[in-house]
């Protein structure tokens, strides 16, 4: 597989050969008929009111629109007809409801995770990620301690809920599932710097949905502590009051409608620091717009604590 810029699809064609990928799973390179884009959903073995996800591969950086969950053929058909664009891929597979969603990457022989309990795949939205460090068979976690924010699919509407900290038989599960999949996320390895972005469903089944080449320094970095000179950026107006020396924690929930809102406050940022504090986890949007304008992003060490874990 080379560098290119439709590695989303590229990616998801690898992740399906090492089994990891959601299954049926359709590419198309061009906007195809309404009967043949029927004919072949059938054939890969979609079936009609099943939940499905369309999303696209396009060669530029571009916000592209993802669905959430289609229930007929006709949807698919209308939805790709909404939004292609020349160039784009198309991507169709079954909706895959999350328990985890997260990232996973590669430092020398240790394994980084970052991981959140969530009822979508939108790491958008995700704050207060915890991460999983592996060596062999030990584990070292960071766990955020306090409760926080993430959101569940309603129908065609998110609902925001409140989830509690990890517990102790969740950390052995993951730590299992991870585990008991390591040879074959391995095989991810031999394409440097490139992570995967995972779900964990119910089942506890590891399911990737593509790898990424994501930009910035500094990237497989444990959760740091600041300075005490700290200004925290809860809300646009917040960046306001800062005096432009203190280190910055960005605290904001951004969605993909909030980007230019968002670049706006990188720019006040960009002429005076080259990295800042974040809640957010590695590919999440905020994160990826940041290293996008040349500020690199690092995990907030604030309310996590320290637990290590051996995995028998």
Not at 106 to 135: L, R
Not at 136 to 157: C, E, F, H, L, M
Not at 201 to 230: D, H, V, W
Not at 246 to 258: A, C, E, G, N
Request: proline share 6%.
């Amino acid at each position: 597989m080379k560098k290119l810029s439709l590695v989303k699809a590229e990616s998801l064609i690898f992740l399906k050969s090492l089994g990891l990928a959601p299954e049926p799973l359709l590419i198309f390179d061009r906007l195809p008929l309404k009967d043949n884009l029927f004919t072949e959903l059938k054939k890969a073995g979609f079936y009609e009111g099943q939940e499905i996800t369309v999303r696209f591969a396009f060669p530029q950086i571009m916000e592209m629109p993802r669905s959430v969950i289609l229930k007929s053929f006709n949807e698919v058909d209308a939805f790709i007809k909404k939004y292609f664009r020349k160039s784009s891929l198309i991507i169709i597979h079954p909706f895959v409801r999350a328990l985890y969603v997260g990232t996973l990457y590669f430092a020398g022989q240790k394994i980084f995770i970052n991981i959140i309990k969530s009822g979508i795949w939108e790491p958008s939205v995700a704050k207060n990620c915890d991460i999983f460090i592996f060596e062999k068979d030990k584990v070292v976690i960071y766990r955020y301690k306090k409760p926080r924010i993430t959101y569940w699919p309603q129908g065609r509407r998110l609902e925001k809920k409140i989830i509690n900290p990890l517990d102790k038989k969740e950390i052995e599960n993951l730590s299992k599932i991870f585990f008991q999949n390591k040879d074959i996320l391995f095989s991810i390895k031999k394409f440097p710097k490139m992570i995967l972005e995972f779900i964990i469903t119910p089942a506890q089944k590891l399911i990737g949905m593509e790898l990424e080449y994501p930009k910035g320094k500094n990237l497989f970095i444990p959760p740091q502590s600041p300075s005490e000179n700290l200004k925290i950026i809860k809300r646009y107006k917040d960046i306001e009051k800062w005096d432009r020396q203190k280190d910055l924690l960005l605290s904001i929930t951004v969605f993909r409608r909030d980007r230019d809102k968002f670049l706006d406050l990188v720019k006040k940022i960009k002429p005076f620091k080259k990295e800042v504090f974040v809640e957010y986890g590695l590919l999440s949007h905020p994160a990826i717009l940041l290293r996008e304008q040349g500020i690199n992003t690092k995990p907030y060490m604030a309310d996590y604590e320290i637990i290590k874990h051996q995995i028998n």
